[in-house]
Every structure is written in structure tokens, then in C-alpha cells.
């Protein structure tokens, strides 16, 4: 019973990797081209994509 528990675990884990790692995936690539502005404590800084 704690061979198939194990193993639920290790589908399971690997099902919620590939999830987030397709979400961060479309996320960077649905970024606008462009210029990006950035206020911070550090300043303004702006960068052309």
C-alpha cells in the first residue's frame, strides 16, 4: 500500500511541475513587445524589448 501511495505522490508532483511550468511558459510569452517602464526604489529604469 505505500508503494502505490509513492507513486501517487511522485504523478501527482510531476502533474503540477508541468502545469506551472507551461503557465510560466505562456506568461512569458504573451508579454507585450515594446518598452517596459519600471518605478522602483532604485529609480526609473526603462528597457526596449
Not at 505505500?2 to 511541475?17: D, E, P, Q
Not at 504573451?30 to 518605478?39: L, N, Q, T
Request: cysteine-free; proline content about 2%.
Amino acid at each position: 500500500m505505500n508503494r502505490t501511495n509513492n507513486l501517487y505522490f511522485i504523478i501527482g508532483a510531476l502533474v503540477v511541475i508541468i502545469v506551472g511550468l507551461g503557465g510560466y511558459l505562456y506568461h512569458q510569452e504573451s508579454k507585450p513587445d515594446g518598452v517596459e517602464m519600471r518605478i522602483g526604489e532604485n529609480g526609473v529604469s526603462i528597457k526596449e524589448n
